[in-house]
């Protein structure tokens, strides 16, 4: 049985794309019926950490699992049927893109927060507090965002973040932790 780690999709719901978070590369799995049917269009096999797409389903970026060491990405921009290497990327983990797929926002544990305003070509690191930054979301048009963050990996007393200026700034939220 896979370990299925992240699942997107278009915003009609249409369009999937899914990753195994297994320690074993594998492709990812693509649907365009609603999860009726699924294939892999000949996607590179990787061990991934995490998927994001636009809200049509069209644009798509996929992250390499950053404990394997390296700050491997691939973009999609015709709904996965071809892959392409994003060569100057930042070790990352989740990923969040605008509707439109060419904001980008990204978790990079203890490395903080990422952004790219050109999907995902060119990334800027956020200015946020110190911790391990697992999870990211964010709205429609790419200027409110949520981080969910740790102050050390072994504390499950995860907090949450908000930006309502595409990253620029970071605000603790009322959520409990």
């Known amino acids: 049985p896979a370990d299925w780690g992240t699942v997107v999709c278009s915003a009609d719901g249409a369009r999937l794309a899914a990753v195994i978070h297994d320690k074993v590369p594998s492709p990812i799995y693509l649907s365009t019926n609603a999860g009726a049917t699924w294939t892999t269009n000949g996607t590179p096999n990787q061990v991934w950490g995490s998927i994001a797409c ?4 069209n644009t798509l970026l996929a992250s390499v699992a950053s404990y394997s060491g390296t700050n491997v990405l691939f973009f999609s921009t015709n709904a996965g049927a071809n892959w392409d290497l994003v060569p100057t990327a930042p070790k990352l983990g989740s990923l969040a893109s605008s509707a439109d797929g060419r904001k980008w926002i990204a978790a990079a544990g203890y490395g903080g927060i990422y952004s790219s305003t050109n999907t995902g070509i060119t990334w800027m690191s956020n200015n946020v507090p110190s911790g391990f930054w697992k999870a990211v979301t964010s709205s429609a048009d790419g200027t409110k965002l949520l981080a969910i963050m740790s102050p050390n990996v072994a504390s499950y007393a995860y ?6 200026d595409a990253g620029a700034t970071w605000a603790l939220t009322s959520a409990p932790g």
């Open 54 to 57: 636009s809200a049509d389903g």
């Open 159 to 164: 907090r949450i973040y908000a930006s309502r």
